[in-house]
């Protein structure tokens, strides 16, 4: 009798050693992240219905996990229990397994962050989108056509354009979201803080779109609070006496370019305040709260003329002489 239960104890020993080792191996497997392997993000997508199987040959294949079996151990019997969720992510192969299950498990789906500054037009926010990986430039802008049903899009200057109703802030989407998504979004946050302010006290004269469009030339002329709410006292001014606003950036703005060349000033276009009066037919980018502020309650003078120095300061000027003086000494 003692040989065999010398043996079954010798089996039992074998078996967990064996045990001992797979569990050394899974567990070495699942939590230790290859940091000799490539760091790049790749972007995997796991499609509805794909079983854990499906999705560890679907990682090995990509070569972000260098064990299958590790993986679907760890998703079978880990925390996740088997539920690993659908979608885009952003996986890269020095990811441990335990940090790859624990992402499909949570739903931790793949974004692209964008920033849209302040002061910038609806082209160049297409081009961002571009940028981030979103999606294309085309799609973007065929987004920009479709029917948006906020209130305060009815009162716009210009009805078929979304300029100046993009609100500048930092968002997220998913890689393989509509740009619909990121529109939606901008026009919610612009619901959120910027109507609120457009819509308040309003010291201008104007309708909160004129607001909105006189804020965005001066969002491009002028780059702090002072100067801004000087600039829009002067544009006020020679509104109110019927003078032209005869602003380079409007006329950018018809030939994008950043400086205005003498020619420039002959291109015809309502946005051209050198031939035309009055304001542009809509905001000419998407301004910034500072800027309408600044529109809202303007610093009142008796200055008709401002430019930018070369020195980077403004000057202003109550006549067209003073204007032209200050022409030869700052800009020449």
């Not at 040959?57 to 079996?69: C, F, M, N």
């Not at 702090?224 to 703005?253: C, H, M, P």
């Amino acid at each position: 009798m003692k040989k065999p239960v010398k043996l079954v104890l010798a089996l039992v020993g074998v078996v967990a050693a064996a045990l001992l080792v797979v569990s050394f191996y899974l567990t070495y497997k699942i939590t230790t992240s290859r940091n000799n392997q490539s760091v790049e993000t790749q972007i995997v997508e796991i499609k509805s219905g794909s079983s854990i199987g499906d999705i560890a040959r679907q990682l090995a294949d990509k070569k972000l996990i260098d064990s299958t079996v590790a993986f679907e151990f760890y998703a079978r019997f880990g925390p996740a229990r088997g539920r690993l969720l659908p979608g885009p992510y952003a996986l890269s192969a020095n990811m441990s397994i335990k940090k790859i299950v624990e992402k499909l498990a949570a739903g931790d789906l793949a974004v692209a962050k964008i920033t849209i500054p302040e002061g910038v037009t609806v082209n160049r926010i297409a081009r961002l989108w571009v940028a981030s990986g979103a999606g294309n430039e085309a799609d973007f802008k065929a987004a920009l056509k479709l029917d948006y049903g906020y209130d305060f899009l009815k009162d716009r200057m210009n009805p078929s354009s979304l300029e100046g109703y993009l609100a500048p802030a930092t968002y997220r989407v998913g890689y393989q979201a509509k740009p619909r998504e990121l529109i939606e979004k901008m026009l919610q946050q612009f619901e959120k803080t910027v109507r609120p302010v457009l819509y308040g006290a309003n010291e201008s004269g104007l309708s909160p779109a004129q607001v909105l469009t006189l804020a965005s030339i001066v969002e491009a002329e002028a780059n702090n609070t002072v100067d801004r709410k000087l600039v829009a006292g002067i544009f006020l001014n020679r509104l109110e006496q019927g003078i032209k606003l005869q602003s380079d950036v409007t006329v950018n703005y018809v030939t994008g370019k950043t400086a205005t060349r003498p020619e420039d000033l002959l291109v015809d276009s309502r946005y051209n305040t050198y031939i035309y009066k009055g304001l542009t037919p809509g905001p000419i980018n998407n301004p910034s709260l500072n800027a309408i502020e600044a529109v809202l309650r303007p610093t009142r003078t008796d200055y008709l003329f401002f430019i930018a120095g070369k020195d980077g300061k403004m000057y202003y000027a109550r006549t067209n002489d003073e204007h032209e003086a200050n022409i030869d000494r700052y800009l020449k």
